[in-house]
């Protein structure tokens, strides 16, 4: 069983940051990707940013120039620091790994609350 574990979130201004960590465990044999979606009250889950195990990373059009996605293979854990934050930012975020323990599949973690308000 592979359980993924998020922090970070929280109430912050408009202009200001917060980092999130997810870090990941079990019997886990290897870690392809890794990433954070969002999702807002009345719409749908996105993608936010994801990375590989070699480090190449994808970010959402809304989040380039300002949020900054980062692993550590050592610790499976995958980090999202999050500048210039705007009030569209606030959703729930969640974490996601596709894990090999024997097979790859998907799995994500239950969610942390970003607000982004004055």
């Known amino acids: 069983q592979v359980q993924l574990v998020e922090s970070g979130g929280g109430l912050v201004q408009p202009g200001g940051s917060l980092r999130l960590s997810c870090a990941a465990s079990?019997?886990?044999?290897?870690?392809?990707?890794m990433g954070w979606y969002r999702q807002a009250p009345g719409k749908q889950r996105e993608l936010v940013a994801a990375?590989?195990?070699?480090?190449?990373?994808n970010y959402a059009d809304s989040v380039k120039g300002r949020f900054t996605i980062s692993r550590d293979n050592a610790k499976n854990t995958v980090y999202l620091q999050m500048n210039s934050l705007k009030p569209e930012d606030t959703a729930v975020y969640y974490c996601?790994?596709?894990?090999?323990?024997?097979?790859?599949?998907?799995?994500w973690g239950q969610g942390t609350q970003v607000t982004v308000s004055s």
């Open positions: 996601n790994a596709v894990v090999v323990t024997t097979l790859p599949d998907d799995y």
């Open positions: 079990g019997s886990i044999f290897s870690i392809y990707a």
């Open positions: 990375i590989t195990s070699g480090g190449s990373t």
